[in-house]
């Protein structure tokens, strides 16, 4: 049963710490997303990918947020200096676009509830 | 103004009765739909695709208006288990295939 897989799935650190979140999405998917979802916020795209490539990247925090495909299999999330405000659960989702930009479902991870103290 | 806009609700249903609600869209060139549902503290999971024609799934039925650019979910014969928040997705042609998704509708269904 293909899923889409992410660890940690809870993690709790300190101020100013580097916290990474990896992704591996499913087999044959062409395109990965990263999402924030807070209470008051709810779903905030921060990056997504397109056959490894990074498309958009608007949405995150540019001075201490990275997103990186290494390879077709893992998608990785780093906060450096995490901080309180950070605190949410970020997604990770993969899905298949066609050349017209079509999308198929996208299916979503378990997400890594992040809290920073 | 936001991309794609939904009531927040919540909308209380009794179990049994029927409940519909809107998502409403901005970018014209907009071109896939979904519906996705949230439970609590869970991920979004996939309820279903939207088609230009309608298309239906049990006890779900979901309608696409590009001419008034909105998408809507109808629940008939609401079960307990349908309690959750209902996301809007849409993607659009100028957008690369980005998922763009609406803060969600909640729906309580009652005993």
């Known amino acids: 049963d293909a899923r889409v897989t992410q660890t940690p799935r809870d993690k709790v650190t300190e101020m100013g710490q580097e916290v990474t979140m990896r992704c591996q999405p499913i087999?044959?998917?062409?395109?990965v997303f990263w999402y924030r979802q807070t209470m008051m916020q709810g779903l905030e795209l921060l990056a997504y990918?397109?056959?490894?490539?990074?498309?958009?990247d608007s949405g995150m925090p540019k001075d201490r947020f990275s997103a990186e495909m290494p390879d077709a299999t893992l998608a990785t999330l780093k906060i450096q200096p995490s901080e309180p405000r950070d605190s949410a659960v970020y997604f990770c989702?993969?899905?298949?676009?066609?050349?017209?930009?079509?999308?198929?479902?996208?299916?979503f991870g378990q997400g890594t509830r992040l809290t920073v103290v | 103004r936001k991309e794609v806009e939904q009531d927040p609700g919540p909308f209380n249903v009794p179990e049994g009765a029927t409940v519909a609600f809107n998502c409403t869209y901005s970018?014209?060139?907009?071109?896939?739909f979904f519906w996705y549902r949230q439970d609590c503290r869970k991920e979004p999971k996939l309820l279903m695709s939207?088609?230009?024609s309608g298309n239906e799934d049990g006890r779900f039925t979901a309608q696409l208006n590009r001419a008034s650019q909105y998408i809507s979910l109808l629940i008939r014969d609401s079960k307990l288990s349908d309690s959750a928040t209902y996301l809007c997705?849409?993607?659009?042609?100028?957008?690369?295939?980005?998922?763009?998704f609406g803060a969600g509708t909640q729906v309580v269904v009652t005993p």
């Open positions: 989702a993969s899905g298949l676009v066609t050349g017209t930009g079509g999308n198929t479902e996208a299916f």
């Open positions: 087999l044959g998917h062409n395109t």
């Open positions: 990918f397109r056959n490894r490539a990074p498309l958009d």
């Open positions: 970018n014209s060139a907009s071109q896939s």
């Open positions: 939207v088609y230009s």
């Open positions: 997705v849409v993607t659009s042609t100028d957008s690369w295939g980005k998922l763009q």
